[in-house]
Structures are given as structure tokens and as C-alpha cells.
């Protein structure tokens, strides 16, 4: 456990917008979707929620923040949404830090292969700690990915913004090349939702999570991910290393914030246009690659790279140009333990949850409710006493989750404790 100075400007001070966007990326993702579940629109017509439907409060609520509860939910295949770009946030931070850390190594003295060992090394403990956290071996969460595309990016941290910038483009072009080639060899779609395939169908990704499974024993991953997305992923951390280069680079404030807004805006549009188009504004094209997370395709990558250098623009502008931080703290607090953070909402956020049901909610609730509640909490105990307040109560269960996990990283952080790899 060491201080944390791998986010240090030119100057010598924190990149403090790093570490705030760092924070409300990984708080969003400890939320779990903020308990927002039962009010997406699909609970109108699921029969899984046919008792919810009852209630005339639950319709009124779906369409007063339906959107908002579709946006805290992965896509099934085609699409994007908030929840979709929380782990490209994570990769793109990583790679902005790669830059600043590497620099900061290299004015203490450590050699290229010093870099490398730590390098290796780093990426042996987040594959060790994602393993563990899996309870078996495989490569689809978020730290083995970043492990992964960490050793694929490090070799090209020194070699400057054009080569990465190539590299880059050579990593989604290899991605949509592998996927299309293997499926021009069977006659297939490339991009086909695998719940819509043929029964011997199967996209590249899929086709090298099974030659794991048979010959290195990696049981594939679920729902419909694939362990390939190494490769396009790490792409998203090679544009966090070019928005890094600008961060560290002597240019000015202004020219900074308008690089990563154009970058950010192109690339929005971009990724837009290569699925097709047609998500937000009613123009469509000629899909050329679409926009699945679940195989991180191309489109999905240039799309989320657009939408992480305007994060870290708004953060960077707010932060470190106005100097308005105090607003960032909670942000901050977590940013700089973020694997503390990630560690503990993976091994207690469900027990959390369940500890503030059965333990905080029954308080509230009439004394018959209250003992039925605390022995199986679920919403149709609450509804039944007042529809109102079910509708609102997971999301404080889910508020009151985050609260307790970041006290701990406030614990930490007044102890300066703070978890480096």
C-alpha cells in the first residue's frame, strides 16, 4: 500500500480530473445498475413482472424514468447505453494513466526493461485478482481484459502519437478482419446475434473461446461475450494513451479541450455511422460494422472512444482548468483506490445489499410487513403496503450500498492507504 503518484502533471501535481473520472466510473459500476431494474420498460409486458404490472404506480413511474432504468442495462446485442460504456471508461482511464506513470517511472531512473517487468507484473495481479474474484480461469472481466491490452499496448508507449495512433487503427482492423474472414469461410454472418444463428453457427470470437474451452480448459464466458475482445479493447486503451500524450504535452489548456472535444465528437460520429446510424437521428447508411459490446466490434470502440475523451474533457475543463474541485471529492476519494473499490463491491455489495434489506428496510414498514420483509425482501412485500414508496425503495437500498463501500474508501484514503499495482 503506497501513495499514488501515477496521474502527475508536468508540473508536478495529481491530474485530479483523472481521478474524479476514474471515481464516478467505478461508482457507476459498483451501483449494479442502481436498483433501477423493475422500472425499465419491458416490465410493462414481461410476465416475470406480471405482479408489478397490478400496480398502477409501477406504469407511471416506467414512464416517467424508463429511460433512465434502459440506460443502466447492457444491450442484448445491437445498440449502446450508459452501461455499456463503463468498462471502455475503465480501459481508456488506464491508458491515460499509462502515459503519466510511465513518465514519472522513467524521472526516477527506471529502465525500458524496468518499465516491462512492472508491466508483466501488473498485469499478472490483475489476471490473478480477476481469477480469483471468478473463482475460475478466464479472460472476459474487466481486469483480465485490461491486463491483457495492457501488455499489448506497453511496447508502444515510447514510440509517440502517429505509431500508436496506427496501431490503434491495426487493432480494429485485424478485430473486423478476423470476424469476417472466418465468416466468409462458412458462409455465415459475421455479426449474426448468436440466439438468431444456426445451431453449428459460430462468430470468430466464439470459435476461439471454444478452442480454449477444448484445448486450454478456459470455460468460455456467459452472455454472449467473448475472451477476444482483448484485441478491440485494447485499442480503447491505446486511445487513452493518445489523450494522454495531449494531457502531459505543453500545449494549452484551450488547445486540449478542444482536440479531445473534436476527437471525442468525430469519433461519436463515426462509430455512429459505421453501425448505420439511425439509434438517435433518423438518418441511416449502409451498416458497414455494428455496434455490439458484447464482441466490442469496431463500430462500438471508435463510438465509446468518442464518448470517454468528452468525459475526460468535461472533467479535465470543471477540474483542472476551472479549478471547481471541491464538487469532485467523492469522486476523488474512490478514483484513488479504485481496485480497493472494485475488490470490495464484487465480494460484498450483494451481502450489502441483503444486510440493509433485511436489517434497515423493515424498520420502515408496518410490523406485519416488517417481519415478512426481513424473513424474504423482495418489492411485492413492500408493494403491498405502499406501491409508492416499493418503487423508490431498491434504489435507496442500492444508494445506501454505495455509501457504506464508499466510507470504506474514505477510510482509506484518511489513512493514506491506497492500493497500487
Not at 445498440?79 to 502515459?99: H, K, R, T
Request: hydrophobic share 50%; charged share 10%; aromatic share 14%.
Amino acid at each position: 500500500m503506497t501513495p499514488r503518484n501515477d496521474a502527475a502533471n508536468p508540473g508536478g501535481n495529481r491530474l485530479v480530473s483523472l481521478d474524479a473520472y476514474r471515481g464516478f466510473t467505478m461508482l457507476a459500476m459498483a451501483s449494479a445498475g442502481l436498483g433501477l431494474s423493475h422500472l425499465r420498460p419491458e416490465t410493462l409486458t414481461d410476465g416475470r413482472w406480471s405482479w408489478l404490472q397490478s400496480f398502477p404506480q409501477h406504469g407511471e413511474w416506467v414512464r416517467r424514468w424508463g429511460w433512465l432504468a434502459d440506460q443502466f442495462e447492457h444491450r442484448a446485442w445491437l445498440g449502446c447505453s450508459f452501461w455499456d460504456l463503463i468498462q471502455p471508461s475503465f480501459m481508456f482511464i488506464v491508458g491515460v494513466a499509462m502515459i503519466f506513470s510511465f513518465a514519472n517511472r522513467q524521472s526516477q531512473g527506471q529502465s525500458w526493461w524496468g518499465l516491462a517487468g512492472h508491466a508483466l507484473w501488473r498485469a499478472f495481479l490483475l489476471c490473478l485478482i480477476g481469477f480469483i474474484l471468478d473463482g475460475r480461469i478466464q479472460f472476459i472481466r474487466v481486469l483480465q481484459q485490461i491486463a491483457i491490452g495492457y501488455l499489448i499496448v506497453f511496447p508502444f508507449v515510447p514510440l509517440g502519437p502517429w505509431v500508436q495512433t496506427i496501431v490503434a487503427v491495426f487493432l480494429l482492423g485485424g478485430h473486423t478482419a478476423a470476424y469476417m474472414i472466418h465468416a466468409n469461410a462458412l458462409g455465415i454472418d459475421p455479426w449474426l446475434h448468436p440466439l438468431s444463428r444456426p445451431a453449428e453457427y459460430q462468430n470468430f470470437g466464439m470459435w476461439i473461446d471454444a478452442w480454449l474451452r477444448d484445448h486450454c480448459f478456459i470455460k468460455p464466458p456467459e452472455g454472449n461475450y467473448v475472451q477476444f475482445n482483448a484485441i478491440s479493447s485494447a485499442a480503447t486503451i491505446m486511445f487513452g494513451v493518445l489523450a494522454g500524450e495531449l494531457l502531459r504535452s505543453g500545449a494549452s489548456h484551450a488547445k486540449k479541450l478542444l482536440v479531445l472535444t473534436l476527437v471525442g465528437c468525430g469519433a461519436l460520429a463515426l462509430g455512429w455511422a459505421l453501425s448505420g446510424g439511425d439509434a438517435w437521428v433518423p438518418v441511416s447508411f449502409q451498416t458497414v460494422v455494428p455496434m455490439v459490446k458484447r464482441i466490442w466490434t469496431s463500430s462500438f470502440a471508435i463510438f465509446a472512444g468518442g464518448w470517454t475523451c468528452l468525459m475526460l474533457a468535461l472533467f479535465y475543463l470543471i477540474i483542472d482548468v476551472w479549478q471547481l474541485r471541491t464538487w469532485s471529492f467523492p469522486f476523488v476519494v474512490v478514483g484513488m483506490n479504485s481496485i480497493a473499490m472494485y475488490v470490495a463491491a464484487s465480494l460484498t455489495g450483494n451481502s450489502i445489499r441483503n444486510v440493509i434489506n433485511r436489517g434497515v428496510v423493515p424498520f420502515f414498514l408496518p410490523d406485519p410487513a416488517a417481519a415478512s420483509f426481513a424473513n424474504d425482501p423482495n418489492l411485492q412485500t413492500a408493494a403491498s403496503v405502499n406501491p409508492d414508496w416499493a418503487m423508490i425503495l431498491p434504489v435507496l437500498v442500492s444508494c445506501g450500498m454505495l455509501l457504506i463501500l464508499w466510507l470504506f474508501c474514505y477510510a482509506l484514503y484518511r489513512h493514506k492507504f491506497f492500493f497500487k499495482l
